[in-house]
T-cell receptor, first 116, second 112 residues
Framework: GAVVSQHPSWVICKSGTSVKIECRSL??????MFWYRQFPKQSLMLMAT?????????EQGVEKDKFLINHASLTLSTLTVTSAHPEDSSFYIC????????????FGDGTRLSIL | QKEVEQDPGPLSVPEGAIVSLNCTYS??????FMWYRQYSRKGPELLMY????GNKEDGRFTAQVDKSSKYISLFIRDSQPSDSATYLC????????????FGKGTRLSVIA
């Protein structure tokens, strides 16, 4: 149980394109999901907390107008990178917690974003 | 000083060895401690989850938390080549619905 699925797993696109990444909890409902970014040989850095039915909470230094988060249902959160540039190339990973929140976070397999 | 310190390695051990991985932290308010394993180009996979101080064992893995020293450890017994991965420690103030703070990760190679 506690499976988190991300799609797509890898995307390559031209500079200026907007890219949408989906994060789904397959066998549980999640009122809260988290989005992280990981650069090569670096650890995961929290970008934002996604709350179902309300606005996301962004970490300091993360542009909310560039990284649009929508958490429209209890099983789906989306991250849209708008007008992506090469410096946005990274590994984006989402996580979610099943149940009432007392369980640990489970992660998706990540999305590798490459902007040419 | 970073909130969570973890030696990035790399750490290379022979098959069958006991592996010890460690993290230190500065925020005494952390209550929940986790170890994740991450293979290349994959998301982190939860290995161990502990609350407050103490030990927890699951198969070949043992997690230890010493809150007085702000120090956590993961031991891997009878290490296997399939254990070769990056191991990330993580911790949080409250339960699963609060953000995690990660260590940098230790890259482990188990040589057959």
């Amino acid at each position: 149980g506690a499976v988190v699925s991300q799609h797509p797993s890898w995307v390559i696109c031209k500079s200026g394109t907007s890219v949408k990444i989906e994060c789904r909890s397959l066998d549980f409902q999640a009122t809260t999901m988290f989005w992280y970014r990981q650069f090569p040989k670096q650890s995961l850095m929290l970008m934002a907390t996604s709350n179902e039915g309300s606005k996301a909470t962004y970490e300091q230094g993360v542009e909310k107008d560039k990284f649009l988060i929508n958490h429209a249902s209890l099983t789906l959160s989306t991250l849209t990178v708008t007008s992506a540039h090469p410096e946005d190339s990274s590994f984006y990973i989402c996580s979610a917690t099943p149940g009432t929140g007392d369980e640990p976070q489970h992660f998706g397999d990540g999305t590798r974003l490459s902007i040419l | 000083q970073k909130e969570v310190e973890q030696d990035p390695g790399p750490l290379s051990v022979p098959e069958g060895a006991i592996v010890s991985l460690n993290c230190t932290y500065s925020n005494s308010a952390f209550q929940y401690f986790m170890w994740y394993r991450q293979y290349s180009r994959k998301g982190p996979e939860l290995l161990m989850y502990t609350y407050s101080s103490g030990n927890k064992e699951d198969g070949r893995f043992t997690a230890q938390v010493d809150k007085s020293s702000k120090y956590i450890s993961l031991f891997i017994r009878d290490s296997q080549p399939s254990d070769s991965a990056t191991y990330l420690c993580a911790m949080t103030l409250n339960s699963g619905n609060t953000p995690l703070v990660f260590g940098k990760g230790t890259r482990l190679s188990v040589i057959a």
